[in-house]
């Protein structure tokens, strides 16, 4: 019989990979999405004859009670959040309350359709198993790097706090009422998929100014470094974390730090023009949410789930370009591209 997995936020980047991997693998998948949400315009739109979906959201409890309890899940992944950091500091209120509190109601619905009603004991809930999208930015003003599993949280923006709370409750459900569960702390990822941070950013405007639609990109620190990793990648580290005999936590990253700088002269190489000619930089107003050097330490990821990154820095960049370049210039399938279904490594 083929597993079963319920994804919150199956329309996003993460959720899509994640869908068609799970797919490739001959689970039955079933997505959680929002009433406002329209799917088959969604990143899944490809995949409507293949998936479950259900309605619901993270602020709702009972919603996530009706969809643990109609999709039966073998396997829960929670990858739904605000995943804006700047606009943490807008909606500081909702990040908490999607972001933190709606892990919380995540577990408690896993709690009641497993049947656990009674004082807290390990063992007695079912075997569903929970997947918690956690964040290297909880790491925030960071103690020490490359940061590992047990790197104290220090964050710097309420989106940062929210996934320390989620991150910090799912650790709860596991140590003190012997739920399976799984945080992946996720450093940055990206994917022609992703909704424009940085990354998306700068190939989009590389692909606009080599078709002509514009002529300057500005970016506010060109020495900003990231440990940036392709997101067809992470999805698999997140089904490897569900597959093992006892629940843990992971960090996943590359392990190596590249410059927006870095990023902004392989965007722009590969198609052919000089980055000096069309960058500019100063300070803007992302600043406050900006954290310092932060780097995976991903030796737990590599040596427990024998998981390595696929794609390196380089590729992932031209990979952006390439599919925003051929998007723009009327591929109505590159955002679907690359397909990541079957995958192994």
């Known amino acids: 019989m083929s597993k079963r997995a319920l994804i919150t936020g199956i329309t996003g980047q993460d959720g899509s990979y994640l869908a068609e991997y799970l797919l490739g693998l001959d689970y039955q998948v079933w997505g959680l999405v929002t009433h406002r949400a329209d799917p088959r315009a969604s990143r899944i739109g490809h995949l409507m004859d293949e998936v479950c979906l259900l309605r ?31 606009l943490s500091w807008q909606q500081a209120e909702l990040a908490a309350d999607v972001n933190g509190m709606g892990v919380l109601r995540m577990l408690e619905a896993i709690r009641l359709v497993s049947g656990q009603n009674g004082p807290p004991g390990p063992g007695r809930t079912g075997d569903m198993r929970f997947y918690q ?14 940061q ?13 706090a929210a996934k320390a709370y989620g991150h910090l409750l799912t650790g709860n459900y596991r140590d003190t009422l012997g739920m399976y569960t799984v945080s ?6 990206e994917s022609p998929r992703r909704r424009p941070g ?11 100014i080599k078709l002509g639609h514009q002529d300057k990109l ?11 990793g392709y997101a067809g990648d992470y999805v698999r580290a997140m089904h490897l ?3 093992q005999e006892s629940a843990a936590d992971y960090v996943i990253g590359t392990g190596h730090t590249h410059s927006v700088r870095d990023m902004v002269r392989i965007a722009f190489a590969e198609v052919g023009l000089d980055w000096r000619d069309h960058v500019t930089s100063g300070p803007g107003q992302d600043e406050a949410a900006e954290t310092d050097l932060l780097r995976a330490d991903a030796v737990r990821a590599r040596s427990r789930l024998g ?20 998007r723009l210039a009327g591929d109505r399938d590159a955002v679907a591209y690359p397909r990541t279904a079957g995958q192994v490594g």
């Open 56 to 86: 619901g959201d993270l602020t709702n409890a009972d919603s996530l009670v009706a969809a643990v309890d109609k999709a039966q899940p073998d396997e829960v992944y929670n990858l739904a959040a605000m995943s804006f950091v700047p």
């Open 133 to 146: 999208a956690s964040s290297s930015e909880m790491f925030g003003n960071a103690a020490e790097t490359p």
């Open 148 to 160: 590992h599993e047990t790197t104290p949280p220090r964050p710097r923006s309420p989106y940062g």
């Open 184 to 189: 992946g702390i996720m450093f940055n990822h």
């Open 198 to 208: 940085v990354a998306r950013k700068i190939s989009l405007a590389v692909a606009r």
């Open 218 to 228: 500005h970016l506010d620190r060109l020495d900003a470094r990231r440990d940036w």
């Open 241 to 243: 974390a569900l597959q």
């Open 307 to 326: 998981w390595r990154p696929t794609i390196s820095f380089e590729e992932l960049v031209r990979m952006m370009v390439d599919s925003d370049l051929r």
